[in-house]
């Protein structure tokens, strides 16, 4: 029973995080990009950490975000760009 408690604990951490980072998405790119799936099969590099790397250097001149919402972003489109 202890074990279901944590998984939903786990489930629901990743769950605040990911519409944390889609808020942080509708906030800052929403704006001028519609869809965010298209822009994430448009990241750059060959390997996931190539492709954040990529994203995460891009946003630092192509916005004025902190470094908090500049991860989520990264991680957001990253992520999405698996499904």
Do not use: P
């Amino acid at each position: 029973m202890a074990k279901f408690f944590v998984t939903l604990i786990g489930v629901s951490l990743i769950m605040v995080g990911h519409a944390a980072a889609q808020e942080a998405y509708e906030k800052h790119c929403a704006i001028c990009h519609a869809g965010a799936s298209r822009l994430a099969r448009k990241l750059e590099g060959a390997t996931r950490d190539e492709k954040a790397a990529n994203l995460n250097k891009f946003l630092e001149t192509h916005q004025k975000l902190d470094a908090e919402a500049r991860s989520e972003l990264v991680e957001y489109l990253v992520n999405l760009q698996r499904r």
